[in-house]
């Protein structure tokens, strides 16, 4: 299984970006978006479940992302909206593998190459 994420690009803060994330067959594990910022780790950002009935976010993306998922297409989204500075980063996606943490990177394989979002102030 792979997974592929597209959609970055170079924005203004206060911009809008939707991410997607296209799995190379269709599976039931929960997926993850995840952010890594310049020279720091990369950090749980949302997640969805199979039904998309369960989906958690990060306190700092919180009223700004959504998570979504089409299941015909075998990808999920995020839509990013006000986005700031500190947004920055390269945004991975990846299945959780793992019954650990929800949180931790540990738990996700799969990792597809991410997509850069710049975002300027």
């Known amino acids: 299984v792979q997974l592929q994420a597209s959609g970055g690009g170079s924005v203004q803060a206060g911009d809008s970006l939707k991410l997607s994330c296209v799995a190379s067959?269709?599976?039931?594990?929960?997926v993850g978006w995840f952010r890594q910022a310049p020279g720091k780790d990369r950090q749980f950002v949302a997640s969805?479940?199979?039904?998309?009935?369960?989906?958690q976010y990060a306190n700092f993306v919180k009223g700004r992302f959504t998570i979504s998922r089409d299941y015909d297409k075998n990808t999920v989204y995020l839509q990013m909206n006000s986005l700031k500075s500190e947004d920055t980063g390269v945004f991975y996606c990846?299945?959780?593998?793992?019954?650990?943490?929800?949180?931790?990177?540990?738990?996700?394989?799969?990792w597809g190459p991410g997509t850069l979002v710049t975002v300027s102030s």
């Open positions: 067959v269709r599976s039931s594990y929960i």
């Open positions: 969805i479940n199979y039904r998309g009935t369960d989906i």
């Open positions: 990846a299945h959780k593998t793992k019954v650990g943490p929800l949180k931790a990177t540990s738990e996700y394989s799969n």
